[in-house]
């Protein structure tokens, strides 16, 4: 099946900072989300993006999905945004969504 | 728009006890699906429903039944719980009738412990 790797899989950032955190999957693709679990448990959806690049706010999201991965940029960092970021991916002959393990961001004042 | 809900949020049961966690979404989604997330094992599925009236088992069923009541609702049952059954469930719909396409939406969770 797919694999789904992503990293680092810990990150610790100053308040302000820039970050980026990717995904790397084994296959080709039909299906690819970002999804951002706060220290609440809550899993929210980030992107949707099996292909190209989107922005929301001081998010953004790209996927060369030819080269195989996809990468979360995370600027001017706040406080809200620790938790863990996971990539979710489809592959394209079907099956079920598989999830990486997932980059847990802390995020210090 | 409430999106996913989901009931109860916390649960404590004792071993053997029955249970049924709730699922409902107002997004007019046709596929819904139950995982859950366990330490170091990450998001697994458990069943899924990609329309009204069918249901499919997931990576981890075993212990676990489902009900698609309509397409708003989706209920996942244990009807003998076990210590390994203690995990975080969530629950999450999707427009796409297919199982890996379409943009997944999670509901809030819900925290069961089983003793």
């Known amino acids: 099946g797919i694999q789904v790797e992503q990293s680092p899989p810990d990150l610790i950032l100053q308040e302000g900072a820039n970050s980026t955190l990717r995904c790397n999957f084994s296959?080709?693709?039909?299906?690819l989300q970002w999804f951002h679990q706060n220290p609440w448990g809550q899993l929210i959806n980030l992107f949707y993006i099996p292909s190209g690049t989107k922005q929301n706010g001081r998010l953004s999201a790209t996927t060369v999905a030819t080269e195989r991965y996809s990468l979360l940029y995370i600027s001017s960092s706040q406080t809200t945004d620790s938790g863990v970021y996971f990539c979710?991916?489809?592959?394209?002959?079907?099956?079920?969504?598989?999830f990486g393990q997932g980059t847990e961001l802390s995020v210090k004042p | 728009n409430a999106g996913v809900t989901q009931t109860p949020k916390f649960q404590v049961l004792k071993t053997g006890q029955s249970m049924t966690l709730q699922c409902a979404q107002d997004?007019?989604?046709?596929?819904m699906y139950w995982y859950r997330q366990d330490p170091g094992m990450g998001l697994r599925l458990i069943y899924y429903s990609a329309s009204e009236g069918t249901t499919d088992k997931g990576e981890v069923p075993n212990g676990y039944n489902v009900s698609r009541l309509n397409k708003r609702e989706f209920s996942l049952r244990l009807e003998s719980a076990a210590p390994s059954q203690t995990s975080v469930y969530f629950c999450a719909s999707s427009e796409s009738r297919q199982v890996n396409t379409g943009e997944l939406f999670f509901g809030e969770g819900s925290r069961l412990t089983v003793l």
């Open positions: 979710a991916v489809g592959h394209n002959q079907g099956g079920k969504l598989i």
């Open positions: 296959d080709s693709v039909n299906n």
């Open positions: 997004m007019n989604h046709n596929s």
